[in-house]
Nanobody
Framework: VQLQASGGGLVQPGGSLRLSCAAS????????MGWFRQVPGNQRELVAG???????NYADSVAGRFAISRDNGKNTWYLQMNSLKPEDTGVYLC?????????WGKGTLVTVSS
């Protein structure tokens, strides 16, 4: 499975972005899909995840502001990010866990700055 993340960019604090992760094949059977954030000097952290049954979980820092969703017909999942803060800045990587194997996209840079 190849993953391609897109949608990052520069946004002012309080703004919104929607990230997309397009998979090379069907996402219907993916056990877990989601998004991590990587900031230089910090560990990669989970931002949001969704199971095959559509249960979701979020980092405390983004709960209530971010929402993960999926479109099986487009083999794509999304991260809607609202009320963005400077501390949300980082490279966002999408990932998938399928049949015991992890797959990672290359990431898309989100910069929140005035």
């Amino acid at each position: 499975v190849q993953l391609q993340a897109s949608g990052g960019g520069l946004v002012q604090p309080g703004g919104s972005l929607r990230l997309s992760c397009a998979a090379s094949g069907s996402i219907f059977s993916i056990d877990v899909m989601g998004w991590f954030r990587q900031v230089p000097g910090n560990q990669r952290e989970l931002v949001a995840g969704m199971t095959r049954g559509s249960s979701t979980n979020y980092a405390d820092s983004v709960a209530g502001r971010f929402a993960i969703s999926r479109d099986n017909g487009k083999n794509t999942w999304y991260l809607q990010m609202n009320s963005l803060k400077p501390e949300d800045t980082g490279v966002y990587l999408c990932y998938a866990y399928l049949y015991g194997v992890e797959y990672w996209g290359k990431g898309t840079l989100v910069t929140v700055s005035s």
